[in-house]
């Protein structure tokens, strides 16, 4: 893992699990598979905290154990995963897109917990639901499940490996820990549940009015006594699943965008004739953007998807735009030009691209030593003499984009510690609004003159409500921004896998 | 030999034209300290995409921040000085669902095992848990009555507490269930700590509980 991928881990889980998670975390991400107590040792955590952190980790798929010989377990943790937490958002809103607010809560609650049982997610969704309907109407926890069921049936939820029903009933030694099984063709089983109920809405007399301490509350819900009747049975996202569907989408995009381009004024209808479809899909298999191939005529013609083609097509994209953002439109020629040619000699650059020498040489170097271009040496004599030596221009475009990549992952540590910075800043402003709100809140709900609660909005000055905007905008745009850098790391992270598989 | 051009004259080993320089011409100036920290870039970024997608994600990602903070999952480290002590904080505490894994999916290691207990009070409350259970039940009980009588509400109800904490642990006289409970009983003291000037280790079960120091000041107590 780079120095640049362990510090975002580090950042996304002390914002998510607190220090304590953070550091045991981070820890299992330098160093690798390591047992419980060495990892106490090693981080100076007393047992008790770093088994607390670990089982927190566990909950949510980031830490994994295994059973090594002589019993003992080590515990290993999965960056990529951590990373993963950067696209909650967008799993969720895929989740509302596709299946509306039920499917939305579903998986929201799937991420926010880790992994739950289906009747627990059930239950709480239809809760959170019936809270945004209207006075005396209630969510059925019929309509949940089947939302439930449909996700899982597209494989958007999947099972966790689980304990495997052991039918010797001798105890015998206890193993160290639970030897976890998943089988392909259960993993989609959803148990045959009859989940009969209807969401509850929380009681106003629930809610502590204001001035109650907390801690009077019991701490056990009473309605947990009825037995679960799928016990053991846990539910996940199925992260993998949703990636397949941004690739997917971002393919149909771009080819969507390629058509616009070409056939803006053809009318596009659902009921295209045979004729126009068969132009439609020659057009795209003679793209030069190679998405979809030809591959044989049986049946009319038997056209395939190039999925590797097009992720290439789609981070090839992405790192032109990148070049021309950062360096103008006259060094993103010469790239693309570059790209186009494979290999180019200095003063073939100059000629193709018809720009003077000296630009064209300054641009190279500053595209050169920002690693989106790199020179190839072909030596003329064995001696690999400089003076006898062609040194050629080229993308090669799998590193360029494992440079760009790595570069994503800095700006968003660097976007998440500006924002950590200009809250931190703010601090005190943050908390007294939030008192003033609270106050505010505990005002309305006893009933009090639009007079009184003016005065209390006026503890507020308003250079303080200016600087409070000011903050807002910017913690908003940050935060913005690293959900669209996501974008750009998951179609590079796509495209370098599936190079990678095909090696 | 054919390269040189004369001695005592610089010369390159490679011919600088294939690099892009012209002969003689003036090289750009050695770099002699790292770039700038912020440097000033010819291009701005291009504006960030806007749209209802983005909006409900962005709302999504500040919603999620803020509701994973008051999950059991996140650990809390204890809090470092405020710099002033609001009164009002003590009634915006967040209230949080207590968590417990399910220890059958977990290695044995994982469960938390209490050896040794921090302070005479708690584990007074172990041993009692594992012998006379019911005895201690009755004791707590004509405690309460005792207090009631007295009219010290706010401490009743600790005692109320208490008394349902080891009722629970009553219940359970497994070993590993016990530890479990009496995890949990500890919780329970340290959640219903209420912040106030008294320790609570300072009175031990059976003790007054200073229904008296509160109302006669004058008398001096031992």
């Known amino acids: ?503 | 030999m054919a390269g040189n051009k004369g001695r005592g004259r610089a010369a390159y080993t490679f011919n600088i034209e294939a690099v892009g320089f012209g002969r003689g011409e003036k090289l750009p100036d050695v770099v002699l300290k790292p770039p700038p920290l912020f440097p000033d870039t010819d291009y701005k970024p291009v504006p960030l995409k806007a749209g209802e997608g983005e909006d409900y994600m962005l709302a999504l990602k500040q919603e999620l921040r803020e509701t994973m903070k008051r999950m059991p999952y996140y650990i809390e480290t204890p809090e470092e000085k405020q710099d002033i002590e609001r009164y009002s904080k003590r009634y915006m505490k967040v209230y949080k669902e207590e968590w417990i894994p399910d220890w059958r999916r977990l290695p044995r290691e994982m469960m938390p095992r209490k050896k040794c207990k921090k302070g005479p009070k708690s584990e007074k409350a172990k041993d009692t848990g594992k012998g006379t259970s019911l005895t201690n039940t009755a004791d707590v009980l004509k405690k309460i009555e005792e207090l009631e009588k007295r009219g010290d509400g706010e401490k009743s109800d600790e005692e109320n507490e208490e008394k349902e904490g080891s009722k629970e642990k009553s219940k359970e006289g497994d070993e590993e269930e016990d530890d479990d409970a009496a995890e949990q009983e500890e919780y329970d003291e340290e959640e219903q700590e209420e912040e106030n000037d008294y320790i609570n280790s300072y009175f031990e079960d059976g003790d007054d509980f200073g229904a008296d120091s509160d109302d006669n000041m004058d008398e001096a107590t031992y």
């Open chain 1, 1 to 503: 893992m780079t120095q640049a991928e362990i510090k975002l881990c580090s950042l996304l889980l002390q914002e998510h699990f607190g220090e304590i998670v953070e550091k045991i975390g981070v820890h299992l991400i330098r160093t690798g598979s390591q047992p419980l107590r060495v990892i106490a040792h090693d981080t100076g955590t007393s047992l008790d905290q770093v088994k607390k952190a670990l089982c927190v980790l566990i909950q949510h798929n980031l830490v994994i154990y295994q059973v090594h010989k002589r019993g003992v377990v080590e515990y290993e943790a999965q960056c990529s995963r951590v990373l993963r937490m950067l696209r909650y958002p967008r799993y969720i809103y895929t989740a509302k897109t596709l299946y509306s607010d039920t499917g939305e809560l579903i998986v929201e609650e799937l991420l926010l917990n880790g992994k739950m049982t289906m009747s627990a997610v059930v239950k709480k969704v239809a809760d959170r639901l019936t809270e945004t309907m209207e006075d005396g109407k209630t969510m059925d926890y019929a309509e949940v499940s089947n939302t439930f069921v449909r996700l899982a049936d597209t494989h958007f939820v999947q099972r966790c490996p689980w304990v495997p029903a052991t039918e010797n009933s001798d105890p015998g030694p206890l193993p160290p820990a639970p030897i976890l099984v998943i089988s392909e063709k259960d993993m989609y089983l959803v148990p045959k549940l009859s989940l009969i109920g209807k969401g509850k809405r929380r009681r106003s007399s629930d809610e502590d009015a204001a001035g109650e301490p907390k801690a009077k509350r019991p701490k056990h819900n009473t309605d947990n006594k009825e037995p679960i009747p799928d016990d053991g049975i846990y539910w996940q996202a199925n992260l993998d699943r949703f990636h397949q569907h941004f690739r997917d989408q971002a393919i149909v995009s771009a080819v969507a965008n390629r058509m616009d381009q070409i056939f803006r004024s053809l009318p596009v209808g659902y009921n295209i004739s045979k004729q126009v479809l068969d132009q439609y899909l020659t057009l795209l298999a003679d793209d030069p953007l190679e998405f979809v191939g030809k591959s044989g005529d049986s049946g009319g013609g038997m056209y395939v998807i190039n999925l590797h083609k097009a992720l290439g097509s789609l981070a090839t994209a992405t790192l032109e735009s990148v070049v021309q953002e950062r360096f103008g439109s006259r060094c993103a020629r010469i790239f693309r030009l570059v790209l186009q040619k494979k290999h180019l000699e200095q003063k073939q650059v100059e000629d193709f691209a018809m720009i003077p020498a000296k630009e064209a040489k300054d641009m190279l170097y500053k595209m050169l030593s920002g690693n989106f271009i790199s020179l190839q040496e072909i030596p003329k004599t064995p001696d690999h003499a400089p003076s006898r030596t062609f040194y050629l221009y080229t993308v090669n475009i799998l590193s360029a984009a494992r440079m760009l990549l790595h570069r994503c992952y800095k700006s968003i540590a660097n976007l998440i510690e500006r924002r950590q910075f200009e809250t931190k800043e703010n601090k005190r402003l943050l908390e007294k609004s939030q008192r003033v709100e609270a106050i505010i809140a505990s005002m309305q709900a006893t009933g009090a003159e639009d007079a009184q609660l003016q005065e209390i909005e006026e503890m507020i000055t308003v250079p303080e409500r200016q600087q409070l905007e000011t903050l807002k905008r910017n913690v908003n745009k940050l935060d913005a921004s690293e959900i669209q850098v996501d974008e750009t790391i998951f179609l590079l992270e796509s495209y370098i896998e599936s190079t990678m598989k095909r090696q």
